[in-house]
């Protein structure tokens, strides 16, 4: 319970700090982040809302925000892709949401795991191509202080965690519940490690809008 009040305290944060910074500096200071965080935020109070009251008929949810992340983070990283990469970009989010279309239970009710691991692939292969064109195109500014930087390294890090969680999943669930509880808690772990990436980028673009007007 704990773990989870402090994520949703840590989303919540993320969320108003992007909307604040969005009202004084506009929504493309941050990459329309603040949308992301805005969504994330009313999905998971909602989860946690019908947990609460024991309802469990939201599991569907997360496969239409699934799609969401593809699609929003798609066009976050085509904004700062150099040239043709924004087109090879295009053709994976394509073929990745055909995928989705053709072969994945998107509908469903329930949870659809693939979904996940999807989402999961399409992260690290931005994060990754990204990373590898900043270290690659030297410039005077630290790394650190790029805050596409902190998003990309809170994806690779919420990724690479929720696969290995993900693929033992169903079979922990009916042979070993009680190690399934304690990854459970771990990925709280990594979503506000993840999340205090965020926070991080906001600051950064915060600055970095603030060097643009002055």
Not at 133 to 160: A, Q, V, Y
Not at 166 to 173: A, D, E, G
Request: charged share 15%.
């Amino acid at each position: 319970m704990i773990l989870q009040i402090l994520y949703l305290a840590v989303l919540l944060i993320d969320a108003v700090k992007s909307i604040i910074l969005a009202g004084k500096k506009g929504l493309s200071s941050q990459n329309f982040l603040a949308v992301f965080l805005f969504v994330s935020l009313c999905l998971e109070l909602y989860g946690h809302y019908k947990i609460y009251i024991g309802e469990f008929d939201f599991a569907g949810l997360f496969n239409y925000y699934s799609i969401f992340m593809i699609v929003f983070f798609y066009r976050y990283y085509s904004v700062i892709f150099p040239g043709e990469l924004k087109k090879i970009s295009l053709y994976i989010t394509i073929a990745v949401l055909v995928y989705i279309g053709l072969f994945v239970k998107f509908y469903d009710e329930n949870y659809q795991n693939e979904l996940g691991l999807l989402v999961c692939f399409y992260f690290v292969l931005n994060a990754l191509v990204w990373l590898y064109i900043r270290l690659k195109n030297f410039d005077e500014t630290k790394i650190i202080d790029d805050p596409h930087f902190w998003i990309s390294c809170g994806l690779l890090f919420w990724s690479i965690f929720f696969v290995f969680r993900s693929i033992p999943m169903f079979f922990l669930k009916d042979n070993d519940p009680a190690f399934l509880q304690i990854l459970k808690n771990i990925q709280y772990c990594v979503n506000i490690a993840m999340y205090g990436m965020f926070y991080v980028a906001l600051r950064k673009f915060g600055k970095s809008a603030i060097k643009k007007i002055q």
